[in-house]
């Protein structure tokens, strides 16, 4: 979206997920083939698929952040 690289947490924010749910994400777009990263390396996420073949993100999600565990 900004001509760079996403870090772990840009994505974290912009989906509203916690750091784990991040990281196992990228792993299983890894796995998948769907994109290529340098470990130790920030901000070296590169999509393996034309990006034009992928729906546009909005600027902000429009899903409101769910907590499931209850509050005292």
Do not use: C, N
Request: no cysteine.
């Amino acid at each position: 979206m900004h001509g760079r690289a996403p870090a772990e947490a840009d994505i974290q924010r912009y989906f509203r997920v916690s750091p784990p749910t991040v990281h196992q994400m990228l792993l299983t777009l890894h796995k998948a083939g769907l994109i290529t990263r340098q470990p130790s390396q920030p901000r070296s996420i590169v999509l393996a698929v034309d990006p034009a073949a992928l729906p546009p993100l909005p600027d902000q999600p429009s899903q409101p952040v769910k907590i499931t565990v209850p509050r005292y």
